[in-house]
């Protein structure tokens, strides 16, 4: 996974078919950042992090995780999670869930 270009992980980060909580993807994109050396520049760690859906998340992890990240404390960072989807102030918007890439219907009476 931390070999993958960086084109590659955005891409699957933001997948709507991806299968994982948005805790996973978060997760996966903050070990494909801290695996690189030298680690990648503010606007990389943006790039790369806004494909997570940080509304979807639990406040705790919010709080708990995210805000305490290295990597996003930067103006960049900042920036990115004041305008992300769902958080920013102004903002009405929910991000959609993940659908995993499978659906049920049930028909009938």
């Not at 997760?27 to 503010?42: F, S």
């Not at 995210?66 to 404390?73: A, F, G, I, K």
């Not at 920036?79 to 049930?106: D, N």
């Amino acid at each position: 996974w931390t070999a993958a270009p960086a084109l590659i992980v955005r891409s699957l980060l933001e997948d709507d078919r991806l299968r994982a909580s948005e805790e996973e993807v978060y997760r996966a994109g903050v070990t494909w950042l801290q695996a690189h050396d030298p680690p990648p520049g503010e606007e990389e760690v943006a790039a790369l992090l806004s494909r997570v859906r940080f509304a979807l998340l639990p406040r705790e992890f919010l709080n708990g995780v995210v805000m305490e990240e290295p990597l996003l404390d930067t103006r960049v960072g900042k920036q990115m999670l004041l305008e992300a989807p769902g958080l920013a102030i102004m903002s009405t918007a929910r991000p959609r869930p993940r659908t995993g890439g499978v659906k049920l219907y049930a028909l009938g009476g």
